[in-house]
């Protein structure tokens, strides 16, 4: 009886281990959170963290326009990762969960290993590509914590990722 307990212990860590980058999401989907920002005159500092891992401070501006990571999701489809955002010129500043339960279903492509969800930044507020319905659909604006009462609309500034 305890050498079917240790195996299956060693089988569970073996798996975590190969579960631990998106390349090797074998058990759990994979996924990528990618952000992309038109604010160009100014700089957007980023910090994104989830319970286990610190991606530190981000700066996004004319010449960065681009952040993204990849990651595996837990097994319980838990995983949270949220960031704070904040502009260098202004008092602007949001800080939001950009992947969530809700949002992994929202970003998923139908792919074990390679889902994106895609974050636009602009001057109004903060955008969530709808993977299911095509468009980007305004989230949260800049110094509020509440979602925007708009319906999606399809946004003409921000281009299909």
Same mark, same amino acid.
């Given at each position: 009886?305890?050498?079917? #307990?240790?195996?299956? *212990? @060693?089988? !569970?860590?073996? &798996?975590?281990?190969?579960?631990?980058?998106? $390349?090797?999401?074998?058990?759990?989907?994979?996924?990528?959170?990618?952000?992309?920002?038109?604010?160009?005159?100014?700089?957007?500092?980023?910090?994104?963290?989830?319970?286990?891992?610190? #991606?530190?401070?981000? *700066? @996004?501006? !004319?010449?960065? &326009?681009?952040?993204?990571?990849?990651?595996? $999701?837990?097994?319980?489809?838990?995983?949270?990762?949220?960031?704070?955002?904040?502009?260098?010129?202004?008092?602007?500043?949001?800080?939001?969960?950009?992947?969530?339960?809700?949002?992994?279903?929202?970003?998923?492509?139908?792919?074990?290993?390679?889902?994106?969800?895609?974050?636009?930044?602009?001057?109004?507020?903060?955008?969530?590509?709808?993977?299911?319905?095509?468009?980007?659909?305004?989230?949260?604006?800049?110094?509020?914590?509440?979602?925007?009462?708009?319906?999606?609309?399809?946004?003409?500034?921000?281009?299909?990722?």
């Amino acid at each position: 009886m305890m050498r079917k #307990l240790c195996f299956l *212990i @060693l089988i !569970f860590v073996w &798996l975590n281990l190969v579960n631990s980058s998106v $390349e090797g999401c074998t058990i759990t989907k994979g996924y990528a959170v990618h952000m992309l920002t038109l604010i160009t005159y100014d700089n957007v500092m980023v910090h994104c963290k989830s319970k286990d891992d610190d #991606l530190g401070v981000h *700066i @996004l501006n !004319f010449t960065t &326009l681009e952040y993204s990571w990849t990651f595996c $999701e837990n097994w319980l489809e838990s995983t949270l990762y949220s960031c704070h955002f904040w502009r260098a010129s202004s008092i602007d500043e949001q800080t939001f969960q950009v992947f969530n339960r809700t949002m992994a279903k929202t970003c998923y492509q139908g792919f074990h290993d390679a889902n994106t969800c895609h974050w636009g930044i602009k001057q109004d507020g903060f955008y969530l590509f709808d993977n299911y319905a095509r468009v980007w659909a305004k989230q949260y604006d800049w110094n509020h914590g509440r979602k925007s009462s708009r319906k999606p609309t399809i946004e003409s500034a921000l281009v299909y990722p």
